[in-house]
């Protein structure tokens, strides 16, 4: 079979964990014999790069050197990458193309990707796809105020749509100019998303993110130790406020042990705040600010008692949770986004309400207070990993959703 991946970016340079796993599927399906090619970006490639000859970097991201989006050259950008898109569906001519994230990029390809009439398979493992269609550059274009009364007007020149004035008629139409034959999602959190927006996915499947969970040291002994950690960047997002408070309350109940040790992943961007609010609530000689690199990591979680994920950014399919069962540490878990379909409260994991100090002490405590110290959750957290995550195993299931859309055909509507 020959793919196109389409990828906003892709390994090297050093990317996210969504273009890692992009990189390790090709590379197990060239195993299996597919010729696979790859077109992405050239963001944060440079000179030295040593270029495998599958991979091309043609693609123009619209996002600033620091990765943010960017509003500048939006019309320039789509039109070129339009061009290389073609180009290079020209040189390949693939049978299936495997769209992954495509943040960075517009509707306006998007919908070029449509029109090809050529099969396509989405790979949807985070908000990429929702994002793209909501609050594109392109779509704002239709919401200008100027245009407001002409859409109210004339229903049938509102070809976007807007969330906040038009609720019905945006999304609607949105979601009636495409058809997903071949998409499947990495949570079922995610896939409802699709589903309460109007765009019929039902017959989606869900797949699961794999990651290389044998790397990681696993825990063997569990004391009396109460050594939290806590993994994430120091911003509202991951919520590291949530964990300290909750700590706080713990030691306020007289808790004499345990200690909190908070990790950075991105660095210590953020942390002044943090050091604050600890030196605040006097605790100092209880919690700890350092960071954690990708390659530490794979020892550090099986140095501590219990994972303390309070993240409130409804990740579809988080990782850093995953990361602890596969060192087989157990979890405590706020309640939002996929981890629910992660983690069973009381089973491999507990779970917490969201933003809940309280409930988030609670669940601690009734940790601190198993005869076993979590080895059960520990076990089970790891049972999970390595049942469910195997990555030969779910590439299987992605090889299938692409020979799946040779036979489907093309049904697309623009």
């Given at each position: 079979?020959?793919i196109?991946?389409?990828?906003?970016?892709?390994?090297?340079?050093?990317?996210?964990?969504?273009?890692?796993?992009?990189?390790?599927?090709?590379?197990v399906?060239?195993?299996r014999?597919?010729?696979v090619?790859?077109?992405?970006?050239?963001?944060g490639?440079?000179?030295?790069?040593?270029?495998e000859?599958?991979v091309?970097?043609?693609?123009?991201?619209?996002?600033?050197?620091?990765?943010?989006?960017?509003?500048?050259n939006?019309r320039?950008?789509?039109?070129?990458?339009?061009t290389?898109l073609?180009?290079e569906?020209m040189?390949?001519?693939?049978?299936?193309v495997?769209v992954?994230s495509?943040?960075?990029?517009?509707?306006?390809?998007?919908?070029?990707?449509?029109?090809?009439?050529?099969?396509?398979?989405?790979?949807?493992?985070?908000?990429?796809l929702?994002?793209?269609?909501?609050?594109?550059?392109?779509?704002?274009w239709?919401?200008?105020?100027?245009?407001k009364?002409?859409?109210?007007?004339?229903?049938?020149s509102?070809?976007h749509?807007?969330?906040?004035l038009?609720?019905?008629?945006?999304?609607?139409?949105v979601?009636?100019?495409?058809?997903w034959?071949?998409?499947?999602?990495?949570?079922?959190?995610?896939?409802n998303?699709m589903?309460?927006?109007?765009?019929?996915?039902?017959n989606?499947?869900v797949?699961?993110?794999?990651?290389?969970f044998?790397?990681?040291?696993?825990?063997?002994?569990?004391g009396?130790s109460?050594k939290?950690?806590?993994v994430g960047?120091?911003?509202?997002?991951?919520?590291?406020?949530?964990?300290i408070q909750?700590f706080?309350?713990?030691v306020?109940?007289?808790?004499?042990?345990?200690?909190l040790?908070?990790y950075?992943?991105?660095?210590?961007?953020?942390?002044?705040i943090?050091?604050?609010?600890i030196?605040?609530?006097?605790?100092e000689?209880?919690?700890?600010?350092?960071?954690?690199?990708?390659?530490?990591?794979?020892?550090?979680?099986a140095?501590?008692?219990?994972?303390?994920f309070?993240?409130v950014?409804?990740?579809p399919?988080?990782?850093?949770?995953?990361?602890?069962?596969a060192?087989?540490?157990?979890?405590?878990?706020?309640r939002?986004g996929?981890?629910?379909?992660i983690?069973k409260?009381?089973?491999?994991?507990?779970t917490?309400?969201?933003?809940?100090?309280?409930?988030l002490?609670q669940?601690?405590?009734?940790?601190?207070?198993?005869?076993?110290?979590?080895a059960?959750?520990g076990?089970?957290?790891?049972?999970?990993?390595?049942?469910?995550?195997k990555?030969?195993?779910?590439?299987?299931?992605?090889?299938e959703?692409l020979l799946?859309?040779?036979?489907?055909?093309?049904?697309?509507?623009?």
């Amino acid at each position: 079979m020959k793919i196109l991946v389409i990828s906003n970016q892709y390994p090297p340079p050093s990317c996210g964990p969504y273009e890692t796993r992009c990189h390790a599927v090709v590379d197990v399906l060239r195993k299996r014999n597919h010729d696979v090619q790859v077109l992405t970006s050239d963001f944060g490639a440079t000179s030295d790069l040593i270029e495998e000859q599958h991979v091309h970097r043609k693609l123009k991201l619209n996002i600033d050197s620091d990765g943010t989006l960017s509003g500048d050259n939006a019309r320039h950008l789509d039109k070129a990458n339009t061009t290389i898109l073609r180009e290079e569906l020209m040189r390949t001519a693939p049978d299936v193309v495997h769209v992954w994230s495509m943040r960075g990029l517009s509707y306006v390809f998007l919908m070029q990707l449509q029109k090809l009439k050529i099969p396509i398979v989405y790979d949807v493992s985070d908000t990429w796809l929702i994002d793209l269609l909501n609050y594109d550059k392109f779509v704002g274009w239709w919401n200008r105020p100027a245009r407001k009364k002409r859409l109210f007007r004339n229903r049938r020149s509102c070809q976007h749509g807007s969330s906040h004035l038009l609720p019905n008629i945006g999304r609607n139409i949105v979601a009636k100019r495409f058809h997903w034959p071949s998409i499947y999602f990495c949570s079922n959190y995610l896939k409802n998303i699709m589903l309460e927006r109007g765009h019929a996915v039902e017959n989606a499947p869900v797949i699961q993110c794999f990651f290389e969970f044998n790397r990681y040291q696993h825990k063997n002994e569990y004391g009396k130790s109460e050594k939290l950690m806590w993994v994430g960047d120091f911003s509202d997002k991951h919520d590291p406020a949530t964990a300290i408070q909750a700590f706080h309350n713990l030691v306020n109940k007289g808790n004499k042990y345990a200690t909190l040790h908070l990790y950075g992943e991105n660095g210590l961007k953020g942390a002044e705040i943090v050091h604050q609010r600890i030196q605040q609530l006097g605790l100092e000689e209880r919690v700890f600010v350092q960071t954690l690199d990708s390659v530490e990591q794979n020892e550090v979680y099986a140095e501590h008692d219990a994972l303390i994920f309070t993240s409130v950014c409804e990740d579809p399919f988080p990782m850093i949770p995953l990361y602890a069962m596969a060192a087989r540490l157990p979890v405590i878990v706020a309640r939002n986004g996929g981890a629910p379909e992660i983690v069973k409260d009381d089973f491999n994991g507990l779970t917490f309400k969201t933003g809940d100090a309280l409930d988030l002490e609670q669940k601690i405590a009734t940790l601190f207070g198993m005869r076993d110290h979590g080895a059960i959750l520990g076990r089970n957290g790891l049972d999970f990993v390595q049942r469910s995550l195997k990555k030969d195993e779910i590439v299987g299931q992605i090889e299938e959703c692409l020979l799946q859309a040779l036979t489907l055909g093309v049904d697309y509507t623009i």
